[in-house]
């Protein structure tokens, strides 16, 4: 296990349309955090999940976005109707019962054109 | 109160300096508080962290001092490099973790 994965990497797609985002944390973590990074700007924490529950929700998630963890394991991150606003980093990370060390991924660079 | 604040926003040093970057927070149920070092098209990565029940942390060159009653926390880079070039993030935790504004530090030989 390297760490965690996230895919794709790059991402440009036009208004309007859909994407998704998949995240494969460190094997034996437990918590999954989605955060959104703009430019200038730090990490915003966006949801996370403990195993396959998915136990907060920031406001900044609008209805459009959506994020699911079935498993327990991956997760994926969807966003419907891509504004040109939703251009930035989208970064997972995750970390194990103890909640202190958060390993981050690459990220997944969205931009909507 | 979720906030956390950063200063300074950007920080020039000369190689062999000490960096000093500082954060803020108003939540006092904040129970860790790490630092991020961040290259461009990387992930954050974990720097050092303090907790706070202790006022200094030291690893290597890095050292967090943390002043609970005013809360507010810091991080000392020593003998600063060219190569600690790079966004550094103050954050606090509880659930999640929330992030400073960054600080870019860019280190001159």
């Known amino acids: 296990d390297t760490g965690v994965s996230q895919n794709p990497r790059h991402k440009i797609t036009k208004r309007g349309q859909n994407v998704t985002f998949r995240c494969d944390p460190i094997s034996e973590h437990n918590r999954l955090y989605w955060y959104r990074q703009t430019l200038g700007q730090g990490p915003e924490f966006l949801t996370y999940f403990q195993n396959e529950a998915q136990l907060e929700k920031s406001r900044l998630l609008s209805d459009r976005f959506s994020a699911e963890r079935p498993k327990g394991s991956f997760s994926t991150l969807e966003i419907q109707r891509t504004e040109q606003g939703d251009s930035a980093m989208y970064l997972c990370a995750s970390t194990d019962n103890s909640n202190t060390e958060a390993f981050f991924g690459q990220g997944t660079r969205l931009t909507v054109v | 109160q979720q906030q956390v604040k950063q200063s300074p926003q950007s920080l020039i040093v000369q190689k062999g300096g000490i960096s000093i970057i500082n954060c803020a927070y108003e939540n006092t149920a904040f129970d860790y508080f790490p630092w991020y070092q961040q290259f461009p098209g990387k992930g954050p990565a974990l720097l050092i962290a303090?907790?706070?029940?202790?006022s200094e942390k030291k690893e290597g060159r890095f050292t967090i001092s943390f002043n609970k009653s005013a809360k507010q926390f810091s991080l000392h880079i020593m003998d600063s490099q060219p190569g600690d070039s790079a966004t550094y993030f103050c954050?606090?935790?509880?659930?999640?973790?929330?992030f400073g504004t960054g600080t870019r530090l860019q280190v001159f030989p």
């Open positions: 954050a606090a935790l509880v659930d999640k973790l929330i």
């Open positions: 303090i907790r706070p029940d202790v």
